[in-house]
C-alpha cells in the first residue's frame, strides 16, 4: 500500500513537466489529493489539491495559472501540469492523501488550512535550471 510521487526531472526554464501520482494497493477514489514541495531549509509549501470527485480544486499563488492538478480514477493516478516553469519552481515534490474534504477547505478559506495525514507518498525531484 503505497503512494508514489514521479516525473520529476531536470528541465529548462520556460519549459513544462507533468508529475504523476500513482497509488497501488488502495484506490484513490475516495481520496482527495495534495501537492507539496519542499527545498532544503525552507518550509513544506502546498502547492495544489484536488478533491476526490474532481470538483475542487486548490492552487498556491505560485501555482496559479501556470499548474494544473487532475485525476484518473480509472488509472488511480493524480497528475501536476507545470507549465512555464522557472528556478523558484525547483524542489521536491510530493503527493499526499486523505480521505477528509481537505480541498474543500482550502479552496474556502484561499489557503492550506489542516494537513494530509492519512499518506504521503516518496518525492520526486524537480530542477529547473539552464
Known amino acids: 500500500v503505497q503512494l508514489q510521487a514521479s516525473g520529476g526531472g531536470l528541465v529548462q526554464p520556460g519549459s513544462s513537466l507533468r508529475l504523476s501520482c500513482a497509488a497501488s494497493?488502495?484506490?484513490?477514489?475516495?481520496?482527495?489529493i495534495g501537492w507539496f514541495r519542499q527545498t532544503p531549509g525552507k518550509e513544506r509549501e502546498a502547492v495544489s489539491c484536488?478533491?476526490?470527485?474532481?470538483?475542487?480544486?486548490y492552487y498556491a499563488d505560485s501555482a496559479k495559472g501556470r499548474f494544473t492538478i487532475s485525476r484518473d480514477n480509472a488509472k488511480n493516478t493524480v497528475y501536476l501540469q507545470m507549465n512555464s516553469m522557472n528556478a523558484e519552481d525547483t524542489a521536491v515534490y510530493y503527493c499526499?492523501?486523505?480521505?477528509?474534504?481537505?480541498?474543500?477547505?482550502?479552496?474556502?478559506?484561499?489557503?492550506?488550512?489542516?494537513?494530509?495525514?492519512?499518506?504521503w507518498g516518496q518525492g520526486t525531484q524537480v530542477t529547473v535550471s539552464s
Open positions: 484536488i478533491s476526490s470527485s474532481g470538483g475542487v480544486t
Open positions: 494497493g488502495f484506490t484513490l477514489d475516495y481520496y482527495d
Open positions: 499526499a492523501a486523505d480521505t477528509r474534504e481537505i480541498c474543500d477547505l482550502w479552496s474556502t478559506w484561499g489557503r492550506p488550512v489542516g494537513g494530509f495525514n492519512d499518506r
